[in-house]
C-alpha cells in the first residue's frame, strides 16, 4: 500500500495543474461547437432565453403602455378624491417622492348666456392637468374644422365647453359666458378630455375652468356639494411608497384609486389583457423549459463515451466533473449571449412594429427582462442538467467494452421533483403570483401524469396490431411499439405543446371576440338621463321617429342605503357645516345611490345566490355582488333604504353579478316594484345616435330642459382603439408563445434522431427503399402528432372552460373545432417535422451514415 | 509480496467474476491465475462469451472483481477503489480498442494529447506529434475521427495508447473492425511499438494469426483458464 500511496500522490500533485482541465474543457466546447455537436442544447436555451427575453420585455412593455394608456382615462396614474378639501400636506409629501400633481375640483352649476341657460358639470383644473392624456379641443363649432389635442387646460378667465353646452345656451365660440358672479370667455369648444366621467348619473353638460377662477365665481358656499380631487403621476414604485404614507392618514371620506380598481369597462378589459399577457409568458416560460429539459438530458448521454474514454485513460472523477461543469457553463454562458442579442434584436423589430400598429410609442423596457431571461437560461440549464450529469459522472469506464452500459439510466424521480421544482420557481419568479403559477402549475402536473399513464395504455393496446411485415404502416406502429417508454415522453412533450398553443389561442381570440361583442358598431354611444314619467312618450315618439333605439328605459330615484339589520352606516359629513363624522357607524358606501325597481332581470346581470323577485313580491332588493361583499351583506339581511326624509327597509333576497363592461345603465340595488313606483322617479336610457343625428338630436332635446344627453362617442373612441392595441400586443405574444412551442417539437425530434438514424441504417443496409423508411417515418410521427393533438384539444378544452370562468369572468363554452384542428395540427406538423428530418438522413450514402454511427 | 512477483507486472490470483441476472447469480470467469513478466506480450482467446473481455477488463481496472487478487505494476488492483484504479491506469496503463473509442469532437492529435493531459503531463503535444509520427498519420493531426478511415483510427489509437510511455497495454480485438491489409498493418506497429517501448502487451483476439504472434497464449473457456501456451514469439521474451 505503500507504493499505492506513492502512486497516488505523484498523479494528484501532476493532476493539479488546473490550467489543463480548464484548456481541455475550452476545447472540447470549441470542437463540439464547430462540430455542431452543440446546436440542440445551445439553440434549446437561447431559444429559451430569446423567448423569454422577448416576451417579458414586450409583455413589460405592453404593460407599461397599456397602464399608461389606461391611466389617461383618469388624467393621472393615481386620483385621490373627497368631498371635501384635501389637506395641503398630502402635495407637500408627494414632492418627497418626486410626484406629480394636479388640483380638481368637481361641481354643478347653472351656466347664463343672454336670456339662455344650462345645468353643467363644472370642472375647474390647475395648469398641470391633465397628468396623462391629452385634451382634445376644437376652434369653432364648425363639423369642417379639425380637433387637435392639448395638454393643458384653458387659462384664468377662458372656459371650454362641450358641443351641447354650446348648442344648448345658444352661443358661439367667443362669446361670454356667466359662471356665478364671473364671466367667462367660451375659448375652445370641448371634445375630449382623458378623464371624462362615465357616471352617466352624475355626469351633465360639460364645461373646462381654470382653478383660479373658482373663487371670483362665488359659486361654493358652505353647504355646496363638491368633489375634489388631486392627480398623481410618476414612477410607479414611488406612487406605491407615496401610498404607503398615505394610507394611514386617508380618513373615511377620502377614496384613492387607479384605474384598474374601479369597476368599469376598461378596468376590466386592463386587467384581463394584463393576465392574458402574463398567462401567455407563463406558458412560454414552460415550453422553453421542456425544451430545455429535453436537450439537457440527450446533451448528457452524448457525452457517455467520452467520459468513458477519460475514466479509461485516468481521468479522475474530479478532473471530470469539472471538466464537464465548466464544459456545460461554457454552453450555458454562450447559449444565453446568443439568446440575449437575438432577444433584444427580435424585441427591437416587436416593438418597433407594435408601436407603429398600436400608433404609440412604447415605454422602456426595464431591467426585468434581463433578469429573468438570464435566469431563466442559466437555472434551466443548470438544473435539468443537473441529474443527468451526475449520470454522466457515474458511468463506468467499462462502458469502453461494453457498448451499452448505462444506456438503460432512467429518468429519475428526483429529477423529475428537481425539474418540476425549477419550473414551478421560474414560473413564480415571472408572474410574482402564487395563485395563477400554482394553479397552472399543477393543471400541467396533472395533465402529464395522465397523458403519460393514457399514452402507455395507448401503445401497449397497439401491440395486438398486425400488419404485414415491410409496409410502412407495420414499421411505424413496430417503431411506435419498440419505443413506447420514449414515445410515451414525446407523446406527453407533443401534446403539452400543442395544448398550450390551442389554450392561448382560443382563449385570445374569445377574449377579444368578447370585447368586439361589447363593442359593436351599433352600441350605446349616449345615454339621456332625467326624463321624467310624462316626458317618456314624447321622448320616446321622437327618437322613433329619428329612427334611434334605445336598451329601453329604467325608472331611477337617488336614496342612500342607510343601514344594514338596523346598523347604521356612516355616511358623508360636511366639516364646514360643522356636522360630526358618525364614529360609532359602520362603513358604508359614503354616497347617494341610483335606485331602481324592476320585476324582470337586466340581461347584463346575472344571479349568483338566492332568488330574483317572484310575481308577488314585496319589500325585497338584490344586491350587486361587490358591494355586498364589502358592506357583509348576507342573504335575509335587512337593509335600511332612506329617500329625502322617508326611509323604509327591504329584505336581500338575492346578490347579482353585473357585466360593468356592458354599455348599458347598470344598478348597485334593484328593489321590488313596491318599494320604489310611488316614489318620484328620472328615467334613464343608453341608445346609439348616428353621427349625423347628433346635431338634430340636441336641437331637439333643447325644448326638454331638465333632460340631459350624455355622449359616451369620445369615450368608446378610446376604448375601442384601446383594445385594437391590446388585440395586437396579444397577437404578437402568441407568435413568440407559439414560436417555443414550435422549438418543444423540434427538439424532441431530435431528441430520437439518433436512434432513428441507426435503424435507418440497418434498414438500408437490407435494402430498404428510401421511399419505404420515409412514409415509415411519416406515418410514426403522424400517429404521434395525431394522438398528441386529439388529447391536447381536449385538455385545453376542458382548461380553457375553467380559466375563462374562473380567471377571466367570461362565459365558459366548449370549442368543438379545436377537437378537429388540435389532432389536423398536431398530425400534420409533427409528422412533416419528422419526416424532413429522416430525409436529411437519409440523403447521405449508408457507408457515411455507418461511419456516422460507429 | 514475493521477489518472484516483483518479476510480473502482472499477477493473478485465483480470480472470479460473477454477475447478477434475473435468474440469479452468472459466474463469468473462475478461479483464474497466470503471471506476466515485463515486456512479454500476451494474447488472451477464447470464442464468444467465454469471458475473456471481461478478463481484460478487471485486469485493466475498469470492472472490480469478486474474488481474487491481481497486482499490476505492484499495485495491488483489487483494493483500490476506482479513482485510485483510474490513477494506475493514467500511469502505467494504455488502451486499444475493438471501435477505437476516439473522442469525436477532438482532432487525432488532441485525442492522442488526452491520455497525457488527464495525467498532467506538459509536453503532450510534442509527445503527440511524435507518435503521431510514427504511425504515419503527420499529415492528419487536425483530422477528426469521422474524416479518417478505419484504419487511420485504429492508427490514431494505437498512438494515443503508447503517450506517456505506459508499462502495460491492453488490446481489445484492435483489428476486427478493418480489413486484412489495415490489420495486418495495425498488428505490426503494435509488436513494433511494444518492442521499441519495451510495453507490456496483453490483447484479446480471436483471431489465431495474431494470437501466434504473441510470445504467449491463454486459452479461455466458460470463464476457465483451460491453456497457457507459448506463441510463435516465445524465444522474444
Known sequence: MIVTGRVLMQYKVENNNNALWVKLAFRLFFRELKRGELTIISAAIALAVLTVFTLSSVTDRIGQSIDQKSNTFIAADRKLGSAHPLPNEYKEKSLEYSLNTADQLYFDTMLFANDDMQLSSVKAVSKEYPLRGKIIIKDTLSDQVPDYSVTTGPTPGNIWLSESVLYALGIEIGDSVELGAKNLIAEKVLVEEPDAPFNIFSASKRVLININDVAATKVIQPGSRVYYAMLFSGNEENIVSYYEWLKPKLSENQSWWGVKDRQSWLSGSVNRAEKFLLLAGLLGIMLAAVAIAVSAKRYCENQYDPVAMMKTLGGSRSSIRKIFMLHLSLVTFFAIIIGLIFGFALQLVAIDYLSENMDQALPKASIRPWFISIVTGATCALMFSLKPLLDLFDIPPLRVLRRNLGDSIAVSRIHLLVSAITIFALMLLFSGQWMTSTILFFSSAALVGILYGISRLLFKAGRGVGLSPGSSWSLAIASLQKRASANSVQLVSFALAIKLLLFLFVLKNDIINDWQSQLPVDAPNAFLVNVTEEQLDPIEFMLAKEGISTTGFYPTVRGRLNEINNELLARDYSEQDNEKKDEEAKAGIGRELNLTWLMDIPSQNEITQGQWFDKDVKGEASVEEGMAERLEIELGDIIGILIGSEKFNAKVTSFRKVNWSSLKPNFFVILSPDLLSHFPATYITALHVPKESKKSLNVLLKSYSTITMIDVDSFIKQVRSTVDQVSIAIGFVLIIVMFCGGLVLISQVQASLQERMQEVVILRTLGAKGRLIKLATLYEFFLLGLIAGLVAAIFSDIALLLVQQQLFELNGKLHPIIWLVGPAVGASFVSILGYFMIAKTLKKNTSDLLRVMS | ?237
Open chain 2, 1 to 237: 509480496m514475493t521477489e518472484l512477483s516483483q518479476l510480473n507486472i502482472i499477477q493473478v490470483r485465483a480470480l472470479s467474476k460473477k454477475v447478477n441476472t434475473l435468474a440469479g447469480e452468472l459466474p463469468i470467469l473462475s478461479d483464474i491465475s497466470f503471471n506476466v513478466k515485463p515486456g512479454e506480450s500476451v494474447a488472451i482467446v477464447g470464442a464468444s462469451g467465454s469471458g475473456k473481455s471481461t478478463l481484460l477488463g478487471l485486469l485493466a481496472g475498469l470492472d472490480s472483481t469478486n474474488e481474487g487478487e491481481i497486482y499490476l505494476d505492484s499495485e495491488p488492483l483489487h483494493t483500490l477503489d476506482e479513482e485510485q484504479r483510474a490513477a494506475l491506469r493514467a500511469k502505467s496503463i494504455g488502451f486499444v480498442f475493438q471501435s477505437f473509442m476516439l473522442v469525436q469532437s477532438l482532432t487525432a492529435i488532441e485525442n492522442v494529447m488526452l491520455p497525457a493531459e488527464l495525467a498532467g503531463h506538459k509536453d503532450a503535444k510534442q509527445q503527440a506529434i511524435n507518435l503521431l509520427t510514427k504511425v504515419g498519420l503527420e499529415y492528419r493531426l487536425d483530422h477528426f475521427p469521422s474524416q479518417l478511415s478505419g484504419g487511420e483510427q485504429q492508427r490514431v489509437a494505437i498512438a494515443r495508447a503508447f503517450v506517456g510511455s505506459p508499462k502495460i497495454l491492453f488490446a481489445d480485438e484492435p483489428s476486427a473492425n478493418l480489413d486484412t491489409k489495415n490489420g495486418q498493418l495495425i498488428e505490426s506497429l503494435l509488436f513494433e511499438l511494444n518492442q521499441e517501448k519495451d510495453t507490456t502487451l496483453l490483447l484479446v483476439t480471436h483471431d489465431e494469426h495474431l494470437a501466434e504472434r504473441c510470445n504467449r497464449i491463454l486459452h479461455i473457456d466458460g470463464g476457465h483458464l483451460i491453456n497457457d501456451s507459448n506463441g510463435s514469439r516465445a524465444h522474444a521474451v
